[in-house]
């Protein structure tokens, strides 16, 4: 479990001071806007003549440029990941869009793409289906065919029938799936690491358990076996010593610390000592 849990942190671990599992999505879909500001700028250096005025339409891709730095500033730092700051994106994309008709003439707009280009467009739709799945992606991709209709003057009849439209709605589909199956494997990463550590805190427990019952009493009463060393004498009155076979016959007792033998009655004879052996101890039993 514990290899597992390695497994899947290295394939979707995210940048460090980022727990984000969407992190990499993010940072994509930023290469993904710079790239579509690039060819928005290229174009307009190539069509600038063809608007009807031109020094706005400069205005307006300056505007471009300026709401994808922000944008591409909030996605990265993580304060423009909220839902907020995507509706702002539509509408600042919707605004750029629609302003084309102000800067450029009806032959110029019936014929051509918005200022900002269908692939700047595509940018909130991506921010919108990593933020919220695959619905989130497929309502913004809506959206952004139904402003783009609305630029061409054809709303609704081709938003169902311009080819760049389904497009919109399958980039943020699929952009919506990846962003749903980071999520679950973070969640996985998480259990198999909740897992894996419950598994530690129990060979932690088994190993001190086992050690516990290994580990030898502190203390013995007088007289209890104990494997770890020979047994002691019990206690016994002072008297004597035990320690020799010589002091025990004086005694004619087999009890330790008698001084005189155990009176003789008819109920109890004399008992047979030959042969038998006291236990002693080594060490004397008065203490």
């Known amino acids: 479990m514990q ?7 290295r394939g979707g671990a995210a940048s460090p001071g980022d727990d984000d599992p969407r992190a990499p999505l993010w940072r994509g879909a930023q290469w993904f806007r710079t790239l579509s500001v690039v060819y928005a700028v290229g174009r307009q250096i190539d069509e600038a003549d063809r608007y009807a005025r031109i020094g706005w ?36 994309a919707a605004t750029l869009a629609l302003g ?23 940018n909130p739709v991506v921010s919108a289906a990593i933020l919220s ?33 389904p497009v919109f709605m399958a980039v943020g589909l699929g952009i919506g799936v990846a962003a749903r199956v980071a999520i679950t494997s973070q969640d996985r990463v998480r259990e198999a690491e909740r897992v894996a550590a419950d598994a530690r805190a ?4 088994a190993r001190e358990v086992h ?9 013995w009463p007088d007289g209890a076996p104990n494997s770890l060393g020979p047994a002691r004498c019990p206690a016994a009155r002072p008297g004597p010593s035990c320690t020799s076979w ?8 087999g009890r330790c610390g008698t001084s005189s033998p155990r ?25």
């Open 100 to 122: 084309t008709v102000w800067v450029a003439t009806g032959e110029f707009t019936a014929h051509n793409q918005a200022l900002p280009t269908t692939l700047w467009l595509t």
């Open 133 to 165: 799945g695959p619905v989130g992606g497929v309502i913004g991709g809506v959206v952004i065919a139904a402003v783009n209709a609305i630029y061409r003057g054809t709303f609704p009849e081709t938003i169902v029938r311009d080819a760049n439209y």
């Open 57 to 92: 339409s400069w205005v307006l891709i300056g505007a471009v440029v300026l709401v994808s730095a922000i944008a591409a500033t909030g996605y990265l730092k993580g304060f423009g990941r909220h839902l907020w700051f995507v509706i702002a994106e539509f509408a600042a």
């Open 246 to 253: 010589g002091s025990w016959r004086r005694s004619r007792s």
């Open 202 to 205: 129990r060979e932690r427990l």
């Open 211 to 219: 050690d516990g019952v290994l580990r030898p009493s502190p203390s």
């Open 3 to 9: 290899a597992l849990a390695s497994r899947l942190r």
């Open 263 to 287: 009176p003789r009655t008819a109920a109890s004879p004399r008992r047979r000592t030959r042969g038998k052996a006291p236990s002693t101890c080594g060490t004397s039993c008065g203490r």
